[in-house]
């Protein structure tokens, strides 16, 4: 009876349907489901139908010099996964240190994607921590047969350089597109979104040293008009700081399905500060509102922001009637923040919290100040039970 009982128990794994066996499969590093087998011998090949194929150099030997002959072992790898594989892969995704030496085994393993129209997610994070390689080779130029995989929902890509082949037809299923430190002029960058006609999430995020290549600046007026469809936009300062400043009294209601705006900036930006009330601006239904300001001023220079008070004219038409959080990190409690809070609160009816993280350099005097502005009923409120929370 032991021995049947634990031979039952064994066959429990390989009993298992197939689908069942390819979820199971799903949620591991490809690294770890080539060496199923381990477990049974009927998981053996069960890789090669996984809809889903993630590859992270992070599993690479960590040791410089073995680091540097793995890489080209791992997509070498990767391009053999590929041929093997005999099912739809429906999300592909690739984290690796990339530079020159593997550019044309990453063209080859594009070049075979580009051939399948299941793919509906794709993440490509190129990246380089090494200061040398990235003054000689800083992104990855993405070849154009990439542009013809027109079936794509999801597209994530980091250090890229994307420039548009002549005959682009666009990406008409993409609903979520996210670019990291990407090199890409303006007009390409409009381009681009014009041809997402059903995009409903934007995310543009870079660093200080990677920053958006936009040539000729465009404002925000512009590139909303390439965002129709979209509910969640995200845009780093870095980025909001290189688009022209727009026209605040001509400004129209384009962004209208727009329902959560996340923006990094600094208020002591004039520039800045009209790009973010722009869009909220043009975006009556939003929901939520998140705001992460620069954690050192000092290094935006002096503060050269008039005061909102002065602008408020400019804003007499704002209606945020559907907002119902407002979240801003590192407040310093400088006047152009204080007078941003209290704008928003003025114009939302529905708001019911207002979350304010502040700097570290604020000190306990200013926070009771700060606790006292916001908790009088010294100013406009369009709402009068919203949750303050002011918090470090």
């Given at each position: 009876?032991?021995?049947?009982?634990?031979?039952?128990?064994?066959?429990?794994?390989?009993?298992?349907?197939?689908?069942?066996?390819?979820?199971i499969?799903?949620?591991?590093?490809?690294?770890?489901?080539?060496?199923?087998?381990?477990?049974?011998?009927?998981?053996?090949?069960?890789?090669?139908?996984?809809?889903?194929?993630?590859?992270?150099?992070?599993?690479?030997?960590?040791?410089?010099?073995?680091?540097?002959?793995?890489?080209?072992?791992?997509?070498?790898?990767?391009?053999?996964?590929?041929?093997?594989?005999?099912?739809?892969?429906?999300?592909?995704?690739?984290?690796?240190?990339?530079?020159?030496?593997?550019?044309?085994?990453?063209?080859?393993?594009?070049?075979?994607?580009?051939?399948?129209?299941?793919?509906?997610?794709?993440?490509?994070?190129?990246?380089?921590n090494?200061?040398?390689?990235l003054?000689?080779?800083?992104?990855?130029?993405?070849?154009?047969?990439?542009?013809?995989?027109?079936?794509?929902?999801?597209?994530?890509?980091t250090?890229?350089?994307?420039?548009?082949?002549?005959?682009?037809?666009?990406f008409?299923?993409?609903?979520?597109?996210?670019?990291?430190?990407?090199?890409?002029?303006?007009?390409?960058?409009?381009?681009?979104?014009?041809?997402?006609?059903?995009?409903?999430?934007?995310?543009?995020?870079?660093?200080?040293?990677?920053?958006?290549?936009?040539?000729?600046?465009?404002?925000?007026?512009?590139?909303?008009?390439?965002l129709?469809?979209?509910?969640?936009?995200?845009?780093?300062?870095?980025?909001?700081?290189?688009?022209?400043?727009?026209?605040?009294?001509?400004?129209?209601?384009?962004?209208?399905?727009?329902?959560?705006?996340?923006?990094?900036?600094?208020?002591?930006?004039q520039?800045?500060?009209?790009?973010?009330?722009?869009?909220?601006?043009?975006?009556?239904?939003l929901?939520k509102?998140?705001?992460?300001?620069?954690?050192?001023?000092?290094?935006?220079?002096?503060?050269t922001?008039?005061?909102?008070?002065?602008?408020?004219?400019?804003?007499?038409?704002?209606?945020?009637d559907?907002?119902e959080?407002?979240?801003?990190?590192?407040?310093?409690n400088?006047?152009?923040?204080?007078?941003?809070?209290?704008?928003?609160m003025?114009?939302?009816p529905?708001?019911?919290?207002?979350r304010?993280?502040?700097?570290?350099?604020?000190?306990?005097?200013?926070?009771?100040?700060i606790?006292?502005?916001?908790?009088?009923?010294?100013?406009?409120?369009?709402?009068?039970?919203?949750?303050?929370?002011?918090?470090r």
């Amino acid at each position: 009876m032991k021995g049947k009982g634990k031979g039952n128990s064994q066959d429990r794994i390989s009993a298992l349907p197939q689908d069942t066996i390819e979820k199971i499969l799903t949620h591991m590093p490809i690294r770890d489901a080539l060496r199923t087998s381990i477990l049974s011998k009927k998981w053996r090949h069960c890789w090669k139908g996984m809809p889903k194929l993630v590859f992270d150099d992070k599993y690479l030997n960590s040791s410089s010099s073995s680091k540097e002959i793995n890489k080209y072992k791992f997509v070498n790898a990767i391009f053999h996964v590929l041929m093997l594989h005999n099912g739809p892969v429906s999300e592909f995704s690739i984290s690796i240190n990339i530079d020159t030496e593997i550019v044309d085994q990453i063209d080859q393993i594009i070049l075979h994607l580009s051939k399948s129209k299941n793919i509906k997610k794709l993440i490509c994070k190129f990246w380089s921590n090494d200061v040398m390689k990235l003054l000689f080779f800083k992104r990855y130029k993405l070849p154009s047969v990439f542009f013809s995989l027109h079936g794509l929902e999801h597209l994530h890509l980091t250090h890229c350089i994307i420039e548009l082949p002549l005959k682009f037809n666009g990406f008409i299923t993409l609903r979520s597109l996210e670019l990291c430190n990407v090199n890409i002029t303006v007009k390409t960058l409009q381009q681009l979104l014009t041809n997402c006609p059903i995009l409903e999430e934007f995310i543009l995020i870079g660093s200080q040293n990677n920053t958006f290549a936009l040539g000729n600046k465009c404002t925000f007026l512009e590139l909303s008009k390439c965002l129709p469809s979209v509910q969640v936009l995200k845009i780093s300062k870095y980025y909001i700081k290189q688009f022209a400043k727009g026209s605040m009294q001509k400004l129209p209601t384009l962004l209208v399905h727009l329902r959560i705006l996340f923006l990094d900036l600094c208020f002591l930006k004039q520039d800045e500060l009209s790009n973010a009330l722009s869009v909220i601006s043009c975006s009556p239904n939003l929901e939520k509102i998140k705001i992460e300001l620069c954690w050192i001023h000092k290094l935006c220079g002096e503060e050269t922001c008039k005061d909102l008070l002065d602008l408020q004219d400019d804003y007499l038409g704002m209606k945020l009637d559907h907002l119902e959080e407002l979240e801003i990190n590192s407040f310093h409690n400088y006047a152009p923040e204080m007078e941003f809070v209290k704008l928003i609160m003025a114009k939302s009816p529905m708001l019911k919290k207002a979350r304010i993280e502040l700097n570290s350099d604020v000190s306990v005097d200013k926070e009771n100040k700060i606790l006292r502005d916001l908790l009088r009923l010294t100013f406009p409120r369009a709402s009068l039970g919203v949750d303050i929370i002011v918090e470090r």
